[in-house]
């Protein structure tokens, strides 16, 4: 038998919809989403809900219910810097894209804040909703802990989701750590520009970037063993504008992703050495500069097993499989290190799966499909927390 909730969260179908397709034509980048933001205010205050701004990180809380011990629901809502070509009646034209699925996040968690409102009374204590930009970049979290979005009144256990394209629509997947820490790295290197014709008058930091390139590769290669979990990847080479000089400057940017922290340590020493080394060797200046620095998501497994009594509560034929387990990073980490927690997967993918393709591209789509239900496991979990706490 569904639960009242889940059926109250389909009635919101068309509703949910028609946020999540307005959402996804206005995608924004990093930590402020003035238009985002506008629209979250406006349909929290449709719903008589009280929200407070954080405007410096563009961050957006409410709180439902008074008293008690309080449970968190966090959504990110910000976009990536891509073209979109999906072919959606909804695509963004604005030169960004909701590849990541935010737009979802967003409207799934008004529809959080309208179920639990309309239950309001049921509370046994607080759920506070919150809004957060610039998960893409790694700095939303941390910006908002700092504003003190955690505190007053103090969160004391948070869960949230993430959609999956590739994944059946209303499938659930968890785990005890579903998401893999991240460091981030640039390294700019400076050599002597010259001529093309005369390299042996300057020093091509194109050369020392090829050899730092492969000499990290072979890291994961020779010096990690198989069994371990470790992904290093480059995923930016810039030098040089022209086809016959050879630039001053050339730049390479990676991310390391691990879930042992040993394993971590490890490897950032061994990829400074490496790169001082490489660069040494075919005298070439070298900088190295730490773009991000993300935990793990690590959940509460006593938080996760109650979050999937409340989701068998809600309908228990939902399918949820322990097999979240990816070498993606959030940070909601943050967070998570921070307070007990659950993160969750929900599928996303759209029906026709020949078509399904994975997050971070510009042909992806994802289903409509899974609002209502994401918006009802918000829901019914922080009712239950509360009940038991």
Same mark, same amino acid.
């Given at each position: 038998?569904?639960?009242?909730?889940?059926?109250?969260?389909?009635?919101?179908?068309?509703?949910?919809?028609?946020?999540?397709?307005?959402?996804?034509?206005?995608?924004?980048?990093?930590?402020?989403?003035?238009?985002?933001?506008?629209?979250?205010?406006?349909?929290?205050?449709?719903?008589?809900?009280?929200?407070?701004?954080?405007?410096?990180?563009?961050?957006?809380?409410?709180?439902? %219910? &008074?008293? =008690?011990?309080?449970?968190? !629901?966090?959504? @990110?809502?910000?976009?990536?810097?891509? #073209?979109?070509?999906?072919?959606?009646?909804?695509?963004?034209?604005?030169?960004?894209?909701?590849?990541?699925?935010?737009?979802?996040?967003?409207?799934?968690?008004?529809?959080?804040?309208?179920?639990?409102?309309?239950?309001?009374?049921?509370?046994?204590?607080?759920?506070?909703?919150?809004?957060?930009?610039?998960?893409?970049?790694?700095?939303?979290?941390?910006?908002?802990?700092?504003?003190?979005?955690?505190?007053?009144?103090?969160?004391?256990?948070?869960?949230?989701?993430?959609?999956?394209?590739?994944?059946?629509?209303?499938?659930?997947?968890?785990?005890?750590?579903?998401?893999?820490?991240?460091?981030?790295?640039?390294?700019?290197?400076?050599?002597? %520009? &010259?001529? =093309?014709?005369?390299?042996? !008058?300057?020093? @091509?930091?194109?050369?020392?970037?090829? #050899?730092?390139?492969?000499?990290?590769?072979?890291?994961?290669?020779?010096?990690?063993?198989?069994?371990?979990?470790?992904?290093?990847?480059?995923?930016?080479?810039?030098?040089?504008?022209?086809?016959?000089?050879?630039?001053?400057?050339?730049?390479?940017?990676?991310?390391?992703?691990?879930?042992?922290?040993?394993?971590?340590?490890?490897?950032?020493?061994?990829?400074?050495?490496?790169?001082?080394?490489?660069?040494?060797?075919?005298?070439?200046?070298?900088?190295?500069?730490?773009?991000?620095?993300?935990?793990?998501?690590?959940?509460?497994?006593?938080?996760?097993?109650?979050?999937?009594?409340?989701?068998?509560?809600?309908?228990?034929?939902?399918?949820?499989?322990?097999?979240?387990?990816?070498?993606?990073?959030?940070?909601?980490?943050?967070?998570?290190?921070?307070?007990?927690?659950?993160?969750?997967?929900?599928?996303?993918?759209?029906?026709?799966?020949?078509?399904?393709?994975?997050?971070?591209?510009?042909?992806?789509?994802?289903?409509?499909?899974?609002?209502?239900?994401?918006?009802?496991?918000?829901?019914?979990?922080?009712?239950?927390?509360?009940?038991?706490?």
């Amino acid at each position: 038998m569904k639960n009242q909730i889940l059926q109250e969260a389909k009635n919101m179908q068309e509703e949910l919809t028609k946020w999540r397709h307005s959402l996804h034509r206005i995608p924004e980048l990093g930590i402020h989403l003035p238009k985002t933001t506008t629209f979250v205010k406006e349909r929290l205050a449709e719903m008589d809900i009280a929200f407070t701004e954080y405007g410096e990180c563009s961050c957006i809380t409410a709180v439902l %219910g &008074t008293g =008690g011990r309080c449970f968190l !629901l966090r959504g @990110d809502m910000d976009g990536l810097p891509m #073209h979109e070509e999906s072919d959606v009646s909804f695509a963004s034209e604005n030169g960004c894209m909701h590849s990541c699925g935010h737009d979802l996040h967003t409207a799934i968690l008004l529809g959080a804040a309208k179920l639990l409102k309309r239950h309001e009374h049921e509370l046994k204590g607080t759920v506070k909703l919150m809004f957060q930009a610039g998960e893409e970049t790694f700095e939303g979290a941390k910006a908002a802990i700092k504003a003190g979005i955690l505190e007053n009144p103090r969160a004391e256990a948070a869960f949230a989701m993430h959609v999956a394209s590739i994944a059946p629509a209303n499938t659930i997947i968890y785990g005890d750590y579903p998401m893999a820490a991240v460091y981030g790295f640039r390294i700019t290197l400076t050599g002597k %520009g &010259t001529h =093309g014709s005369t390299p042996q !008058l300057g020093i @091509d930091p194109i050369n020392t970037g090829v #050899h730092i390139y492969l000499a990290l590769q072979e890291l994961i290669s020779r010096e990690i063993s198989s069994t371990e979990e470790a992904a290093l990847t480059i995923g930016r080479f810039d030098a040089g504008n022209v086809s016959n000089v050879i630039p001053e400057h050339a730049v390479l940017e990676g991310t390391l992703r691990t879930f042992r922290p040993e394993l971590r340590s490890m490897m950032i020493r061994r990829i400074d050495e490496v790169v001082r080394s490489v660069a040494k060797t075919y005298r070439t200046e070298v900088e190295i500069e730490v773009l991000s620095d993300v935990p793990p998501v690590a959940c509460s497994p006593e938080l996760n097993q109650k979050i999937l009594t409340s989701i068998h509560g809600l309908d228990n034929e939902i399918k949820t499989l322990p097999y979240y387990h990816v070498m993606g990073s959030e940070d909601f980490a943050f967070i998570s290190e921070r307070i007990p927690s659950s993160y969750f997967g929900l599928g996303a993918g759209i029906e026709d799966q020949s078509k399904w393709l994975g997050q971070h591209n510009p042909k992806v789509r994802f289903s409509d499909e899974c609002l209502p239900l994401g918006a009802a496991i918000y829901a019914k979990a922080a009712i239950d927390w509360l009940d038991e706490h």
